[in-house]
């Protein structure tokens, strides 16, 4: 071992320990330590390397977390054997492909790519800009609760979940008008998860699910996923899905739940009254059919209450309420809940078998922010900001794009909902936005039947000169596109 003495900490910009690593990896690499070998003591290159003990020792782990090397326990450090890596399969010869329906389109793939790409400007996606979260205020109570609370934050936070965010959560579930325990609640991660554990557990393959149209195009593919059929009932921005229409698909078909968006939809933005929420929790109970209620936009109301949940008209414990942090406080946190009535073990043992627990340190990071990290303070500016942007787009859209648009006007949340003149096709305008490097969500992805051909879904959640110079650009595009 040619080991040089170096200053004590770091020669070169490189930590000391970073550095014995590297030497003993080059001693490997060169075979001077093979596969099984037994490689020195720590006690032994502590001297060789005129190095601390306690240097080599975080040496080692760095070359364990490399896998290079492994401790045997009574035994010192050894030099793993290299398994070889499993073999990529052969694309080219297109036996991997089996005969399953395709259900996954390009353009939702292409879609949610477009949502992580920093480059374009981001109005399709139904994301919070990153500026209007409490993000300092998160990180600090993150790295507080990490470092007193001990191994709560390491060991996993077993369904239903961390006691403590489930106490935040059902206190914040009254001003929904739903009256629940913490151990109503179910923590999942985000909403999609809770709906997902919904469809699970409400449906089996082959069956039909009643949902809004236009929908959220994520649970469409999920629906397909699952091997569910998805049943499209109209809505409208003004009253949400048609009661009168899902009564007549009720006599017409075996429906076996209801997937709806109560509160401020995705894309239409609509907010069902609350006399129409109880009419639909009464007509899908008369059926003894399941609601997966949807609230994730709820607490986005521009008034100062947020409206109640169908889940409050719930007499029959049909109604599976699901939601998340995700459009509020942090996407990234993956944090959402489930109070699943009836449902609510068979949810929760889905949830284990699938994916055990959510992440510890986002429980605890949330309980604290839920109960002394200002919520309320946040959402009263974080609404007051929705409802700005929103209303700058809106007047925006009006100005640029062609006669004869018309838009949503939503109370709530942070998304617009534009329907140009017929003919002007969203699809083409999609690709030529991103030419722009402008990305938006195209109408026929709200619909597994072809609809919304000359829709699109803008999002405000964000807004800047950067975003009404886009805006322009796309009434531009959308004019050309206008047909004859
Ligand atoms: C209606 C609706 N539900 C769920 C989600 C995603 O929720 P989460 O990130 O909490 O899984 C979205 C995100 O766009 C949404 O619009």
Known sequence: MTMKNGDANSRGGTLLYEQVAGDIAGLIA?????AGDRLPSIRQLSRRFAVSINTVMQAYAVLEDQRLVEARPQSGYYVRSRVPEIREPDLKSRTFIAPATVTISDLCQQVMHNMMNRALLPLGSAIPSARNLPIDKLNRIMANE??????????????PGYERLRVQIARRALEAGISSGPDDILVTSGCVEAVLLALRATCRAGDTIAVESPFYFNFLQMIAELGLKALEIPSTPRDGISIEALRYAIEQSRISACLVITNFSNPLGSLMPEERKRELVELLASHEIPLIEDDIYGDLTFENERPSAAKSFDRSDLVIYCSSFSKTIAPGYRVGWAIAGRFQGEMERLKMIMNIAVSSPSQLALAEFLANGGYDHHLRNFRRINARNISQMADAVVRSFPPGTRMTHPAGGFILWVEMPEGTDAITLFHRALEQGISIVPGPLFSLSGKYSHHIRLSAAQWDEKIEQGIKTLGAL??????G
Request: charged letters at 20%; glycine letters at 12%.
């Open 146 to 159: 990490l470092r007193r609370g001990g191994d709560q934050a390491v060991l996993y936070q077993m369904p």
């Open 478 to 483: 959308a004019q050309e596109l206008m047909p």
């Open 30 to 34: 060169q075979g001077t330590f093979r």
